[in-house]
């Protein structure tokens, strides 16, 4: 099956550094999906991004489908960033199940 | 509001004793799924529904059942809990298998 495979695992920033988060997938996908997970365990969508670029303030992505990854910028970080960023693809031959990745965990420091 | 809710929040339950945890949405979306999350495995995919009467595994599937019988609900059934089910289970939807997901809050489930 498809490996989907986060970078770096752990990051620290201290408040206000920008960030860049890395997601690499061994097939081509259908969709993929940025999430948030905060410190309180609830998972928040950040992105569908196939392909292409999106930006919501201060977080952009980008999917590089063709070179099967996608990047995850974070600006001018704050302490509510913290928390377990994962990226999930779904490809054309996973048959509609939806692949986690393992996650990066961003501790954000005043 | 637009959302996914689950119930219970947290549960704690004895080995075999029958449990459901329902999942519902409000946004009238076609794709739900079950997950579970536990530490070093990550997200793992239980089950997943494309519409009403429509499910399928996910890759995690053994020990829990489903159902779809109406667009909104998407229970997840452990007819005879294990403590290997204890774990994190978060229920998501979407509008349609390409849209983004809608998590639910979690159930924290432990099977002693």
């Known amino acids: 099956g498809i490996q989907v495979e986060q970078s770096p695992p752990d990051l620290i920033l201290q408040e206000g550094a920008n960030s860049t988060l890395r997601c690499n997938f061994s097939?081509?996908?259908?969709?993929l999906q940025w999430f948030h997970q905060n410190p309180w365990g609830q998972l928040i969508n950040l992105f569908y991004?196939?392909?292409g670029t999106k930006q919501n303030g201060r977080l952009s992505a980008t999917t590089v489908a063709t070179e099967r990854y996608s990047l995850l910028y974070i600006s001018s970080s704050q302490t509510t960033d913290s928390g377990v960023y994962f990226c999930?693809?779904?490809?054309?031959?996973?048959?509609?199940?939806?692949?986690f990745g393992p996650g990066t965990s961003l501790s954000v420091i005043p | 509001e637009a959302q996914v809710t689950q119930n219970p929040r947290y549960l704690i339950t004895v080995t075999g004793k029958k449990l459901t945890v329902t999942c519902s949405q409000n946004m009238n979306h076609e794709y739900m799924s079950w997950y579970r999350q536990d530490p070093g495995l990550g997200l793992r995919q239980i089950y997943y529904s494309m519409n009403v009467e429509v499910t399928d595994k996910g890759d995690v599937p053994e020990g829990y059942k489903v159902s779809r019988k109406e667009k909104r609900n998407f229970p997840l059934i452990l007819e005879s809990p294990s403590p290997n089910q204890t774990s994190l289970y978060f229920c998501?939807?979407?509008?349609?298998?390409?849209?983004?997901?809608?998590f639910g809050s979690g159930t924290r489930l432990t099977v002693v």
């Open positions: 999930a693809v779904e490809t054309e031959t996973s048959y509609d199940k939806v692949i």
């Open positions: 097939d081509s996908v259908n969709n």
């Open positions: 991004i196939p392909s």
């Open positions: 998501a939807s979407s509008f349609q298998r390409n849209y983004g997901y809608t």
